[in-house]
């Protein structure tokens, strides 16, 4: 690109379209009620859905081959790691050499799993009983992330119904009854919970929490703690996990479950990634909890989540026979940065919209009632970009819309973004933007798992054949079912508080009543093996993938690997 | 507003629109500024406008320790740096900082640093809460590196002598914006652990010091006496029985919600003294 002169983080061609956005803004402030009456109807959310949404256009699915769940439709870049050879060779370990003897192994140290080995622990499980082996540090996890919020239905005039109601047309009406009566109601134990650790919500002074609206919900039920409200709630309890002594190994992914001769969980092979050793790992119980699939860049899309966002657990759990769901849905974030280019895809917190910003195009005018659900919102914001070309274009070749975010300070009043956007204030003043003075430019980001693991309402993971299994439990982003087709703002952290802690109580029990599971095994990786010869797999596609690949093309291309220091 | 019609009928080929999105949002091929970065004292040509950790990245390392959220919140890549004759030692995050042409970089990969744990429902607040679990904050010498260290341009040096103080609000308010990469901890020639004292500060001003939600504590005697099962059982038969139904309940709830909500929680925080 040639030089561009830059005004204030913009280069001065954007600065003519920002400029039509400031002509526009008093009236568009006046008209903020107005906004409602570009709801659309059911009918036009399935239009532009259909047309715009990447889930939906052709070309991006396939159909599994093999599995619990062959004839299933889902991403391309799902189907490639779950059609994987598995990276690990079951005649290279010594099963009857046991390094962890546990009650309950965690797989995964986000928020799910530090949730679950708390409440494994409160149930009476000591501490040192239980392992939670993770694959970065302890906490880096998209439950770090989240900014928005958490949702509650905990004022008079809501109820978990409504609540139930939002989550249930948010996700299409697909969502399993039983998780999603958990989470509303459970929703609620949850928030007294974390008013004991002394999460720092944001309150008033007579302690009721501050609330908001989130898109596609009927009450404002949305608590937060500024924007960071992942982090606040995962280094609390991280804290706690620490407080209480809970053994953790970092760097060391789970690559392989371990099942027993009669069927059931019974462990996991860990992989120190450092020393490049494997530790066998035998638990009475067996929590999974590794989240999502961002770093997978399904549709090419860049991607809020978190450096380790592989989907190792659905691959994992899908050799060892669980049933997956809701696979063929991806949440698309609406708004993710769209420039500055060192931030592009990262996450813009839907609670930006819900402060008072409103989306516009080029032009400054107002296209899209703000607040509808992720998926439909996604789908307008592609529409004004790729189809109706209202929209701006970055010197790097992305397309955005802009949000207005000064129009939060003048609704507000001044400061009002500094008091409650303050992460995201940060984020472009570091690459030279001030969001009170000037609109930011977003574009859809790949941003959830709406489905994965199919799980009950004790967290049991089911198998092919329906039945749970007695010692395999999954919580947070893993696991499918609760939010259908689309999950809603602030019901992820509630999802992993909510599973994870039922993970935990269920594995309490668990290890409590019973004895060590029979005999280890890996057969289930040969057998998975058998079935990927049968179907043309290259043989350089391995999994799980642990970690995403960012290396430049020309170093990868003169790379060599020598057969010393291996 | 903008127009009249919501949705106008566009004729697309949505398959070629995600191509287009796929190629906006990869790395150009061609490249015309470049700068030159030295990667624990080796120089690599990287191009210019990176992060420091796509630059690394893109010269060729993978990271296993060092990146975590890529996004500012997790602390993983704390670094250290600094630019060819000068004199100053400066702190970043490598996923938010842009390369500039002459850093000499390297990163952190883990802070080693003691924790005090505590039972967090017998500890109490009290005027020497801090020293007693964190004494050597009274070695602080105010010489303010920490605050200079800090990625976040947070007040630390200001919230340890508040700790010193015992203001648990003063340490827990100022801390608040703290992602715990722990260079504050690597830079205090008092060998102070910042970002776990204000960890432990936040927890007790949550617990001890925000009041406790008197709404939340009536929501949840009803869900004890478990006055919501009826309505969650109809629901369930409804989903079974009649979708339809379910349907325009869901379309009745969140319009005639969305102008109800607004309307109650107007007047229930005039009554309250607003928000």
């Known amino acids: 690109m040639a030089e561009l002169k830059m005004i204030r983080g913009y280069p001065e061609y954007m600065r003519e379209s920002i400029e039509l956005v400031e002509k526009t803004r008093e009236e568009r402030i006046r008209n903020k009620e107005k906004e409602i009456e570009l709801e659309l109807s059911m009918k036009e959310r399935e239009e532009v859905l259909s047309k715009f949404h990447p889930d939906y256009a052709p070309g991006g699915k396939r159909e599994l081959r093999i599995g619990p769940n062959k004839g299933d439709i889902v991403p391309n870049e799902v189907a490639d790691i779950l059609e994987a050879w598995p990276a690990l060779n079951p005649d290279d370990v010594d099963l009857s050499d046991i390094d962890y003897d546990v009650d309950i192994l965690v797989i ?65 009406f697909a969502n399993k009854h039983e998780l999603v009566k958990a989470l509303t109601e459970d929703a609620l ?67 392989e479950l371990i099942t027993t001769e009669d069927g059931e969980i019974g462990g996991a092979i860990l992989w120190n990634m450092e020393t490049k050793e494997y530790y066998v790992v035998r638990a009475k119980a067996t929590v999974l909890a590794t989240g999502g699939w961002g770093r997978l860049h399904i549709r090419g899309f860049p991607t809020t989540n978190h450096y380790g966002a592989t989907a190792d657990g659905l691959v994992m759990s899908y050799r060892a026979g669980a049933r997956l769901r809701d696979l063929d849905s991806v949440q698309y974030h609406p708004t993710g940065a769209a420039y500055p280019e060192q931030i592009v895809g990262l996450l813009i917190t839907e609670k930006v919209r819900t402060m008072g910003a ?52 003048e609704l507000r009043g001044e400061g009002a973004i500094r008091k409650n956007l303050d992460a995201m204030y940060r984020m472009y003043k570091r690459f030279g933007i001030d969001m009170t003075k000037d609109p930011i430019l977003v574009f859809p980001t790949l941003h959830y798992q709406n489905g994965g693991v199919e799980i009950n309402a004790n967290a049991q993971v089911i198998k092919a054949n329906g039945e749970p299994y007695p010692r395999f439990f999954a919580g947070g982003e ?18 992993y508080n909510v599973f994870g802690r039922r993970a935990g109580i269920s594995a309490a029990k668990v290890a409590r009543n019973s004895g060590k599971p029979g005999k280890l095994t890996l057969k289930h990786v040969k057998l998975f093996t058998k079935e990927v010869e049968k179907i043309n797999v290259p043989m350089w596609r391995k999994s799980p993938i642990l970690l995403p690949d960012y290396r430049g093309k020309r170093v990868l291309a003169r790379k060599i690997d020598l057969p010393v220091l291996e | 507003m903008a127009e009249k019609k919501k949705v106008e009928l566009l004729e697309v080929d949505s398959a070629r629109i995600m191509n287009e999105i796929k190629k906006a949002a990869s790395p150009p091929e061609e490249v015309e500024h470049w700068v030159t970065i030295y990667v624990m004292g080796k120089p690599y040509k990287v191009p210019a406008g990176l992060t420091i950790m796509k630059a690394l990245e893109y010269a060729g390392y993978r990271y296993i320790r060092g990146a975590g959220c890529r996004a500012g919140f997790c602390g993983a890549c704390a670094t250290i740096y600094r630019k060819k004759g000068e004199y100053r030692f400066r702190t970043a995050l490598a996923c938010q900082t842009t390369v500039e042409d002459g850093m000499y970089l390297a990163q952190i990969p883990f802070v080693p640093a003691n924790k005090a744990t505590y039972d967090i429902d017998k500890v ?21 590196t920490c605050t200079k260290a800090c990625p976040q341009e947070l007040d630390v040096m200001y919230y340890i002598q508040a700790a010193i103080r015992g203001d648990v609000e003063r340490v827990a308010k100022l801390s608040f914006d703290c992602i715990q990469c722990g260079l504050c901890t690597l830079r205090c020639p008092a060998e102070i652990q910042h970002y776990h004292l ?29 006055v919501f099962e009826k309505g969650f059982e109809m629901i369930k038969k409804m989903r079974e029985e009649n979708p339809e139904k379910v349907k325009e309940l869901y379309r009745y709830l969140i319009t005639k919600g969305r102008e109800k909500e607004k309307k109650t929680v107007e007047n229930t925080l005039k009554f309250r003294g607003g928000d």
Request: aromatic letters at 10%.
């Open chain 1, 189 to 255: 134990l949850i928030m007294k919970w974390h008013e004991e650790l002394g999460v720092m919500y944001d309150k008033d002074e007579n302690g009721n929490f501050i609330e908001r609206w989130g898109g596609g919900t009927s009450r404002m039920r949305l608590h937060s703690a500024k924007d960071y409200t992942g982090m606040e709630i995962m280094r609390v309890i991280r804290d706690e996990a620490r407080n209480r002594g809970i053994p953790v190994l970092e760097f060391s992914p789970a690559v």
């Open chain 1, 358 to 409: 409103t989306p516009v195009n080029k032009y400054g005018e107002t296209f899209v009632f703000p607040l509808e659900p992720r998926d439909v919102e996604a789908s307008v914001f592609i529409r004004e970009c790729y189809a109706r070309n209202n929209c701006v274009k970055t010197p790097t070749g992305m397309r955005g819309i802009w949000l207005d975010s000064p129009m939060i300070e």
């Open chain 1, 108 to 172: 995964g140290g986000g928020g799910a799993g530090t949730v679950a080995s708390l409440w494994a622990n409160y149930e009476g499980i000591p501490a040192e009983n239980i392992l939670l082996a993770t694959k970065l540090r302890h906490g880096d996890a998209n439950s770090m992330m989240a900014q928005g919020g958490i949702q509650a239905a905990d004022r008079p005039w809501d109820s978990p119904i409504i609540h139930y109601m939002d989550v249930l047309g948010g996700g299409h």
């Open chain 2, 124 to 144: 109490k607040p009290s005027p020497n809460v801090f020293l007693e679990y964190y004494p050597e904050i009274a070695r602080c010498i105010s010489c303010n």
């Open chain 2, 198 to 226: 204000a960890q432990f500060a936040r927890r007790l001003y949550g617990k001890y010091y925000l009041k406790k939600s008197p709404f939340l504590k009536e929501r949840l005697k009803e869900l004890e006496k478990g």
């Open chain 1, 478 to 495: 893993v696991e499918g079912g609760v939010h259908g087709k689309n999950r809603l703002m602030g019901n992820s952290l509630l999802d």
